[in-house]
């Protein structure tokens, strides 16, 4: 009976001992050399850092536009199958999805000019859609002679944009800065921002010719895409 007293103090030595033994291995102590238990219940793959996805900007620009500039991306048709974008602003202005693009010159009217004005920078005018195979031309006609200063003109093609051009479309595409309106043909594609009153040829124009050699779909070239930061203008500029 005298020994139940010692025993019960080394039962409890060796309790407290495997204890710390078992938690030190479980929670991967210092030396240990067994994996923490964290560990058991994940699968390896899960233990190594996803990669941060890269920041995207307003329409998907891969950086942010300067102060006082308007971010844009738009996207030509694709053949005869799929429409035409025109992002401004992170705002889709004209697309399938829209439901206001069509064959030929798909046209957006945007309020570029710095406040005050009779608008608000930045805002959407009109978006029409010009069909320029069996449409009247006089209908873009009228929709692009009357433009006020600092208007800025987004155009892009689908399926076929120049068929029906004459020479008083392309001279007004000109004035607004382009410098491949002269040449546009059947079936190019072509996208494009200009503006009115401007003084030089935009910087904002991409065009490939229909060419059964080069065209990436049959009798269609490639869909184009354009991206950038456009400078608002003041009421004085």
């Not at 039962?11 to 001992?17: D, E, S």
């Not at 006020?148 to 800065?177: C, I, Q, W």
């Not at 065009?207 to 490639?222: A, D, Q, R």
């Amino acid at each position: 009976m005298r020994l139940a007293g010692p025993l019960r103090i080394v039962a409890l030595v060796v309790t407290v001992g495997l204890t710390w033994i078992v938690v030190s291995i479980l929670l991967g102590g210092p030396g240990s050399g067994f994996p923490r238990i964290q560990q058991l219940f994940t699968s390896p793959g899960s233990s190594v850092t996803a990669e941060p996805r890269a920041r995207k900007y307003k329409c998907g620009l891969p950086q942010p536009c300067p102060e006082e500039h308007l971010a844009f991306r738009m996207v030509s048709g694709a053949a005869n199958v799929i429409g035409p974008k025109i992002c401004l602003e992170d705002k889709m202005l004209m697309s399938g999805v829209k439901d206001n693009v069509g064959r030929g010159l798909n046209i957006a009217l945007v309020n570029g000019s710095l406040p005050p004005d009779t608008g608000v920078s930045g805002e959407l005018i009109e978006a029409r859609a010009f069909d320029m195979w069996a449409g009247d031309v006089n209908d873009l006609l009228k929709f692009i002679r009357p433009l006020h200063e600092g208007t800025l003109v987004f155009v892009a093609s689908y399926d076929d944009p120049a068929t029906k051009m004459n020479e008083e479309t392309r001279k007004l595409f000109g004035e607004l800065g382009s410098r491949n309106a002269k040449e546009l043909a059947f079936r190019d594609s072509w996208v494009f921002v200009g503006a009115k009153g401007v003084q030089n040829k935009s910087p904002f124009e991409q065009h490939v010719k229909n060419s059964k050699h080069t065209n990436k779909y049959e009798g269609w070239p490639e869909a184009l895409e354009m991206e950038g930061c456009i400078p608002r203008r003041s009421p004085a500029s």
